[in-house]
Every structure is written in C-alpha cells, then in structure tokens.
C-alpha cells in the first residue's frame, strides 16, 4: 500500500517527553477521507497512554483522539463527504463491521474489539495507528463525523471524546425533563456532563468536593451543588436523584453517591479509576438500585451529540496551545490546572 510522510508528535518511550517526528499514513483507498487536522483536544487518555500507565503501548506513539479538521482528498467510492467539508474523527477508526454489536450501530462495543484511533491495530498498514497530534490523517468514511459549522472548532474538539462520553450514558438512561440528575466531578468529562444533561432538559446538581468549584459549577448550568464532604448535605440529599453520572478518575467511596439515588436509580461511571472500588451489597439492594458503566459512544451517538450541540450552541472550556507546550500541558494535567480541556492548535506543527 503506498504511504506518504506526515509530521507529528509523539513518544518513543514511556519516561521519554513527546517529540517531532515523521510517521505514514495510508494514501486515500476508494473509501477514505484525508483530513487536514486544525485542532486536536488532549484528554487524559493520551498521557495514559504515552506513558504506558494502561500497559500495552506501542511505541513510537501519537495521541490524540479528538480531532477536528478540513477534508483534502477523498476516495472514489467516497459519497458522504467532499474536499472542503468539515469532519472530525472521535476515539475510533475501525470496528470488525459484522460482529452483533456492529450490526446494531454500537461499534464501541465490537466483539473483537473497536479500532483505536491511536496505539491500535492498524489493519491497512499492519502496525499501530496514529493518532491527532500530527498533521494530517486518513480514516474510512465510516468512522468520520460531521461537524456543525456554527461551532468554534477549537472549543468543539474535546466534544469527540469528553463530549460523547458523556452524551452517550445520558441518552442509554433517558435523561430529560422531569429529571434530577447528579454530576459527580468537574473536570474534563464532568464539566461537559453538566452542560449536555442542562440542555437535555434535567435538573442539574453537581456534587464536588471542591468549594472552589461550586461557582463554577453554577456558571456551567448547575441548578443546585453538593459539597460531598459535608455529611449533612449529603444526608440531606439522600433519595432525591434520578440518575448520577459518575466522572471521577480517583478513588472515591461510591457508596456515599449510591445513596443519593431515589429507588430504581442509576449510577453510571465514566471515570476511570486505577484501583477496583467497593461496592456494598446494601448500597443497592433496598432501592433497587444500579451502578453501571459506559464507554465514549458509537459513530451514529457521536454524530447525533455533535448535531445537538450544534443547535444548543455548546462546546468545551479550553484553554488553546501549541503543540510544542505538550509536555508542559500534561504536568498541568496530572495537577488539574486546567478549566477543562487542552486543545492543540495544530498550525504550530508546522512552526
């Protein structure tokens, strides 16, 4: 298959700092879109990933799974997009198509497991993929987005991770009207969480252990903040919410969110915590309770989240760098010194 060179960051190693270097990506097959990329959003993951904290990366490895860009060329049997068109590309590129999951429009899920957009099996080139920290990149048809033209782009990227993260567990447990709905952790995820389930129509209570944190929380739409390290606020609070989305990353006593929940509740998490978290049984069983997961959400979620943001006006807070300020950002990340995304403006690449 014939290749061509492209710019990018990435890492050679898990203590090594993220670097210039060249990769290859695919010429456009009769399917492939090439996308000139404009801005790319930093997510955790990337630096998870970078640094090997999950195991299992390949290296030299490129992050970046929320890339928003302009299309350059495309394949012959190309019929939903044309040079000129918006596009976007989220956390996948590829699914196995045929497995159930697939066939029901929920690539996430994929039996065999969903094609990463970086750090996974790149089934053209037959060695991992490459991610958005790079100048260009060359996805199926199948796997890119459309994105509303009204938005900011910069501000919209951190919408194809953080923003269908979120959107998709809201959309599982038909958040809406009628609704109280908790947010447990503003960060990256949860500040986005906030602002889709307002949106969708639900009462909003933010629950923190931060006091720093509740004005803002009110200005990203809560109606109501829980300082949950305040026993009698969280006892008052007891059996009053529908649906709590979870977005912490750290370790925490989930028990104690578990019982804000009115019967038949659910709890589901997007967070990622390192260690398993305690569960106890009567944390659940008298008010019928449930405490699930959910990962990002499928090409068909993404698009609708997208389309949706695109009418209620709603993007990301970031704060915009330059590629060569990376390493710089991700220390920043480790110590949650960012009100709520990293987004890349990918013109300093060619500085």
């Not at 720093?212 to 305040?230: M, P, Y």
Request: aromatic share 6%.
């Amino acid at each position: 298959m014939n290749t061509f060179a492209v710019r990018a960051f990435g890492t050679e190693a898990p203590e090594a700092n993220l670097e210039q270097l060249n990769i290859d990506r695919r010429e456009v097959t009769a399917k492939d879109v090439e996308i000139d990329i404009l801005y790319c959003g930093v997510c955790h993951s990337d630096l998870h990933t970078a640094r090997n904290e999950w195991h299992g990366t390949v290296y030299p490895n490129v992050p970046g799974h929320e890339i928003v860009g302009r299309i350059t060329k495309v394949g012959n049997d190309v019929s939903k997009f044309k040079v000129g068109d918006l596009a976007a590309v989220g956390c996948m590129v590829d699914s196995c198509r045929d497995c159930e999951y697939c066939r029901d429009g929920l690539e996430q899920y994929c039996e065999e497991g969903n094609i990463q957009t970086y750090n996974g099996a790149d089934k053209h080139l037959n060695k991992q993929t490459f991610g958005g920290y790079s100048e260009r990149i060359v996805v199926d048809q199948d796997f890119v987005l459309r994105m509303p033209e009204n938005l900011d782009l910069a501000a919209a990227a951190p919408l194809l991770c953080a923003g269908v993260t979120t959107w998709s567990p809201l959309k599982h447990w038909n958040v809406g009207p009628g609704q109280k709905v908790g947010i447990v952790g503003i960060g990256g995820l949860g500040h986005m969480g906030v602002k889709l389930a307002k949106a969708m129509g639900a009462e909003v209570v933010v629950i923190t252990t931060s006091p720093s944190k509740v004005e803002d929380a009110k200005r990203l739409g809560a109606d109501e903040v829980i300082l949950s390290t305040d026993k009698e606020q969280m006892i008052a609070n007891n059996n009053t919410l529908h649906f709590i989305l979870d977005c912490v990353s750290a370790e925490h006593d989930v028990n104690a969110y578990l019982r804000l929940l009115k019967t038949d509740g659910t709890l589901a998490i997007v967070g990622a915590p390192e260690h398993p978290l305690p569960i106890a049984a009567f944390s659940l069983i008298p008010g019928r309770k449930s405490f699930a997961g959910s990962t990002i959400g499928s090409i068909a979620e993404t698009q609708e989240m997208l389309d949706f943001c695109g009418e209620h006006n709603i993007v990301s807070d970031i704060e915009i760098i330059k590629i060569q300020d990376i390493n710089e950002a991700y220390e920043r990340l480790l110590k949650g010194d960012i009100k709520y995304r990293f987004v890349i403006d990918m013109a300093s690449l060619k500085d």
